[in-house]
């Protein structure tokens, strides 16, 4: 099935819906030009996710037993172990890499990953590109032109 999908997909060739008109969010007028729609999605959301916490931790009791919590680096194994677990399918992330490709050859991804995220571990620093991620609108039933 995916592969008449797929087939399908090349034969109609690139077809993307337009984007819908978002509203402004003050008068609640349509913004028409693409880029201010853009613009608007990223204070939308920058707005969204960037909230301060509704609960101080300070409140919160710290509980009085000491777990067993391996803080080494990662090894080989739990390097290995991860990559089985990744989700055929999926879309590559930002980085472009698909899933298919990490999984293909686990011993060479392993061992290329491995000295990556001992020095990471090492050095208490996650790469900036990390940090990024896809956001994808899904519309809900209301008005799809409110943000």
């Given at each position: 099935?995916?592969?008449?999908?797929?087939?399908?997909?090349?034969?109609?060739?690139?077809?993307s819906k337009p984007e819908r008109p978002?509203?402004?969010?003050?008068?609640?007028?349509?913004?028409?030009?693409?880029?201010?729609?853009?613009?608007?999605?990223?204070?939308?959301?920058?707005?969204?996710?960037?909230?301060?916490?509704?609960?101080?931790?300070?409140?919160?009791?710290?509980?009085?037993?000491?777990?067993?919590?391996d803080v080494n680096p990662p090894t080989?194994?739990?390097?290995?172990?991860?990559?089985?677990?990744?989700?055929?399918?999926?879309?590559?992330?930002?980085?472009?890499?698909?899933?298919?490709?990490?999984?293909?050859?686990?011993?060479?991804?392993?061992?290329?990953?491995?000295?990556?995220?001992?020095?990471?571990?090492?050095?208490?620093?996650?790469?900036?590109?990390?940090?990024?991620?896809?956001?994808?609108?899904?519309?809900?039933k209301e008005d799809l032109s409110r943000?």
């Amino acid at each position: 099935m995916k592969q008449l999908y797929d087939t399908t997909k090349k034969l109609a060739g690139k077809h993307s819906k337009p984007e819908r008109p978002v509203n402004e969010r003050e008068e609640g007028r349509p913004i028409t030009e693409i880029q201010q729609q853009r613009n608007r999605w990223v204070e939308y959301f920058e707005e969204l996710l960037n909230r301060p916490a509704s609960m101080n931790p300070r409140d919160i009791e710290a509980a009085h037993i000491d777990l067993p919590i391996d803080v080494n680096p990662p090894t080989t194994e739990e390097i290995r172990m991860a990559i089985r677990k990744i989700k055929s399918g999926e879309a590559a992330g930002p980085n472009n890499i698909p899933d298919e490709a990490l999984k293909s050859y686990i011993e060479v991804t392993t061992n290329m990953l491995h000295p990556l995220l001992k020095k990471i571990w090492r050095e208490k620093q996650v790469p900036k590109d990390w940090k990024e991620g896809h956001l994808i609108k899904i519309p809900k039933k209301e008005d799809l032109s409110r943000c």
